[in-house]
């Protein structure tokens, strides 16, 4: 039995310049972190007692005698690349799908790690978010970007590049108060709307050409942003200040990015005390996220007494295996 644990994310700064038809033109990067809110994937060999081969439990519970058989894109998709058969796989999660915070590649990341220690095999992160990648994008047709996966798989505070040659991850070095500061000064609250989004994506159509300047200006920002993080002289304000910034840039990017209840939350929020803020992921709906100086958070949470708040801290491991208990498997 294998148990694999790994992280969601939070993206600030860059979101939809790591769309390979914008950065392979242009270059991408984007500022994001993990925390400390986890999916977990739980893998191991169906025992051959029953009329079906293989089991699944995610929000639906599929059981079927063939992979081809399975509704699942990713778990499919993810059996057949890999050469999977009679399993019975669990997923649970901290924190909802489909709610900005990269929940189907955390899944799509966890899920290939325990495929691989399940047959005793181990993947370096960069195989992992390489492959995750592969798999949304390419076998399961998904339209986004690639930070999602990268983040799942590495893990903490990083700079990742983009370009036509690939993509780099760069840890971004701050001072332990700093970065402590950073993250108890940042407050998530739960929208209660969750969307797809691979479909914002897609009816956005983020790399249309009328939108590459807001996406080479959003590119642009996250210098900006990293150089507010390093520089322990410039006051941590101001990446609450460039966090207002870009989502109102975002804004432009497409029609579904925010609704008119998200304007009206986002704009109470500001009124009660926050610096900056964004929603995070495509759009549309999920999770959105304040930078809030300690003195004022009381009234923020007072602001946004109808949503729930999700204390979170930043964490630095990413995927990784927790429980691992070999078997002996021989194939039918």
Not at 126 to 150: F, P, S
Not at 208 to 220: G, H, R, T, V, W
């Amino acid at each position: 039995m294998i148990i694999t644990k790994t992280p969601f994310r939070m993206s600030f700064f860059g979101g939809g310049t790591d769309m390979p038809h914008f950065f392979n033109e242009y270059g991408g990067a984007v500022i994001s972190t993990t925390f400390d809110k986890y999916c977990y994937v739980n893998v191991r060999h169906l025992p051959r007692f029953f009329d079906y081969t293989t089991e699944l439990s995610y929000a639906k519970i599929e059981r079927v005698q063939e992979v081809e058989q399975i509704v699942h894109p990713a778990i499919r998709n993810a059996m057949k690349m890999l050469d999977m058969h009679e399993l019975r796989l669990t997923y649970e999660a901290d924190l909802p799908a489909r709610s900005g915070l990269g929940t189907s590649s955390s899944f799509a990341v966890g899920m290939l790690n325990a495929f691989y220690a399940l047959k005793g095999k181990y993947a370096d992160k960069k195989k992992l978010a390489d492959e995750a990648i592969y798999l949304e994008r390419n076998l399961c047709n998904e339209a986004g970007g690639w930070q999602d996966q990268i983040a799942a798989a590495y893990g903490g505070l990083n700079r990742i590049n983009f370009n036509a040659d690939g993509y780099e991850v760069l840890p971004i070095i701050i001072d332990t108060e700093r970065k402590r500061q950073l993250d108890n000064n940042l407050m998530m609250f739960f929208t209660g709307f969750t969307r797809f989004s691979a479909e914002i994506q897609a009816t956005n159509n983020i790399t249309a050409k009328d939108k590459i300047s807001q996406l080479k200006e959003m590119y642009a920002l996250v210098d900006e942003a990293e150089k507010i993080l390093v520089n322990k002289n410039t006051n941590l304000e101001e990446f609450g200040r460039l966090l207002d910034y870009t989502w109102k840039l975002k804004r432009q990017t497409g029609a579904k990015v925010s609704t008119s209840d998200i304007d009206e939350l986002y704009k109470k929020g500001l009124e009660a005390g926050a610096v900056g803020g964004k929603l995070l992921g495509a759009g549309g709906g999920g999770f959105l996220v304040f930078y809030v100086n300690e003195e004022k958070q009381e009234s923020v949470k007072n602001a946004m007494k109808d949503l729930l708040h999700v204390p979170f801290d930043f964490e630095d491991g990413g995927t990784r295996v927790i429980h691992y208990t070999p078997e002996t498997y021989i194939p039918m």
